[in-house]
T-cell receptor, first 114, second 110 residues
Framework: AQSVTQPDIHITVSEGASLELRCNYS??????LFWYVQSPGQGLQLLLK??????LVQGIKGFEAEFKRSQSSFNLRKPSVHWSDAAEYFC????????????FGTGTLLAVQP | NAGVTQTPKFRILKIGQSMTLQCTQD?????MYWYRQDPGMGLKLIYY???????DKGEVPNGYNVSRSTTEDFPLRLELAAPSQTSVYFC?????????FGPGTRLTVT
């Protein structure tokens, strides 16, 4: 069965520092992969997605992610974090089939220190 | 274009009461979903629909019901509220595998 693991529950970085959030997935075929961000009290907003092609994908707000099939990973990166990036980040994998269902990881809560 | 809207934003229920969480989308998407979000657990799929008149259970359907009479609306019904249903509920619609989320309903059952 498909699954997503986000090993880091909580991460704190300093403003201006680089960021990498880890995501590992389990899926038999080429997966559809997503990163969503959730600000406090808000819904989820799509940051970026990978369906096929170039394994380095660019998203909104200066984020990027790299699909590595050999490592079953889809880590999210940002070169310089801003205080407004403090939020919870969710990785998700498409469950396959014709239903467009997603399987979500448990999330990583990012805190940004001034 | 309002996207996905949910009402109410907040609600407190007593044990055993019933309520309906409303979800509407104006993007003409066939696929719609209901999730619940609990701290440290990510999002769990309750029910989903692939089109008007078609619904199916997700990972955690017990205690909930849904209907889909139109493309736009996908209400979630709680018949006998229990404390275990205290959660934040999100509705989403989907097009080309990408899901679009509503702002959520925070429900407390006491």
């Amino acid at each position: 069965a498909q699954s997503v693991t986000q090993p880091d529950i909580h991460i704190t970085v300093s403003e201006g520092a680089s960021l990498e959030l880890r995501c590992n997935y389990s899926y038999g075929a080429t997966p559809y992969l997503f990163w969503y961000v959730q600000s406090p009290g808000q819904g989820l907003q799509l940051l970026l997605k990978y369906f096929s092609g170039d394994t380095l994908v660019q998203g909104i707000k200066g984020f990027e992610a790299e699909f590595k099939r050999s490592q079953s990973s889809f880590n999210l990166r940002k070169p310089s974090v801003h205080w407004s990036d403090a939020a919870e980040y969710f990785c998700a994998v498409g469950a396959g089939g014709a239903t467009n269902k997603l399987i979500f990881g448990t999330g990583t809560l990012l805190a940004v220190q001034p | 274009n309002a996207g996905v809207t949910q009402t109410p934003k907040f609600r407190i229920l007593k044990i055993g009461q019933s309520m309906t969480l409303q979800c509407t989308q104006d993007m003409n998407h066939n696929y719609m979903y209901w999730y619940r979000q609990d701290p440290g657990m990510g999002l769990k799929l309750i029910y989903y629909s692939v089109g008007a008149g078609i619904t199916d259970k997700g990972e955690v359907p017990n205690g909930y019901n849904v209907s889909r009479s139109t493309t736009e609306d996908f209400p979630l019904r709680l018949e006998l509220a229990a404390p275990s249903q205290t959660s934040v509920y999100f509705c989403a619609s989907s097009y080309l595998a990408e899901q679009y989320f509503g702002p959520g309903t925070r429900l407390t059952v006491t």
